[in-house]
């Protein structure tokens, strides 16, 4: 493998460094490259990631709050997650995971119908998602 060296520069004011774009390049080849090359180049290993990946859909209406839970199966932990919504005025409360439940969990509130504003009738669909790692074992995205 060809050695890179990192030129850094000194840039006008105080504490700012740039770093050369081949230094950049490098490192990002680097990171991307796995035991069997660049990701998302054609690879040889065998098996596959571990991690589950877990949704669930809720909806909420005009002038109501609702939560839903996205549970990891047995075996599993909760290890991250994320949401969605395609409500345009629905607004998510509180979303994260939650250890004692074991699960991904979402709270989404819609306004009530006004004209004024501009809040329209509608009923928001939220989508949770819960990644869960297995436990006691090393975590192998896939």
Do not use: D
């Not at 990946?53 to 991250?80: D, H, Q, Y």
């Not at 607004?91 to 819609?110: D, E």
Request: net charge positive.
């Amino acid at each position: 493998m060809n050695e890179v060296r990192a030129r850094w520069t000194r840039v006008a004011g105080p504490m700012r460094w740039s770093l050369s774009a081949a230094a950049v390049t490098s490192v990002l080849l680097v990171a991307l490259a796995g035991p069997t090359g660049v990701a998302g180049a054609e690879s040889t290993a065998t098996g596959s990631g571990n991690v589950k990946r877990v949704i669930e859909v809720f909806f909420v209406a005009n002038n109501t709050t609702s939560n839903s839970m996205a549970k990891c199966p047995t075996g599993t932990r909760i290890m991250s997650g994320g949401f969605a919504s395609s409500g345009q005025h629905a607004r998510i409360i509180a979303a994260g995971p939650s250890l004692s439940s074991n699960g991904y969990i979402g709270y989404a509130y819609t306004p009530p119908v006004n004209i004024n504003t501009g809040v329209g009738k509608e009923i928001a669909k939220i989508t949770l998602v819960a990644l869960c790692a297995p436990i006691g074992k090393p975590v192998v995205f896939g």
